[in-house]
């Protein structure tokens, strides 16, 4: 079950070490996941080699890990970029030891977690014949 943003804790990370997450789909979905300020590796069987991504795809019953060095400081929005997955909880936020920016007072976390609980609807329209066509989205 997903939580809303505003029901979850930070992520918490410390500064100057590396971050290994793995990422296990339990669903029947694709999940692309994006993590923001950060460039990723997706652990694979290509070891040091493996590819550098700022958002990786996680299959159907699969799993993925990924990892990265803890360079930044703040917090930073990690979520699936699929947008009903985000707004019904599939995003969190990942946060260093080190306080808030003070450029940053003007975007409170509680606006980002105000946008994510929200309800979220999306909807496809369609009429056709044999020789026109008309479509419509709407959410």
């Known amino acids: 079950m997903a939580l809303p943003l505003s029901e979850t804790d930070k992520i918490k990370i410390k500064g ?19 993590l923001h300020g950060y ?7 290509n070891g040091e080699r493996s590819p550098l991504k700022h958002t990786v795809s996680v ?3 699969q799993k993925v890990t990924i990892e ?7 917090d930073w929005f ?3 970029h ?3 997955h985000m ?5 969190r936020v990942i946060s260093y030891d080190t306080p808030r920016d003070e450029r940053m007072a003007d975007y409170p976390i509680k606006k ?23 479509r419509t989205h709407f959410k």
Not at 39 to 45: Q, T, W
Not at 87 to 91: E, L
């Open 16 to 34: 100057g070490e590396i971050t290994r997450i793995t990422l296990n789909n339990l669903s029947m979905m694709h999940h692309p996941m994006h």
């Open 39 to 45: 460039y990723f590796r997706v652990i694979n069987e």
């Open 59 to 61: 299959p159907p019953m």
């Open 68 to 74: 990265f060095y803890n360079e930044e400081y703040g």
């Open 78 to 80: 990690f979520h699936c």
């Open 82 to 84: 699929i947008l009903y």
């Open 87 to 91: 707004k019904g909880g599939m995003a």
């Open 112 to 134: 980002l977690v105000n946008e994510t609980d929200q309800y979220y609807s999306w909807g496809v329209a369609q009429l056709g014949s044999n020789f026109s066509e008309a």
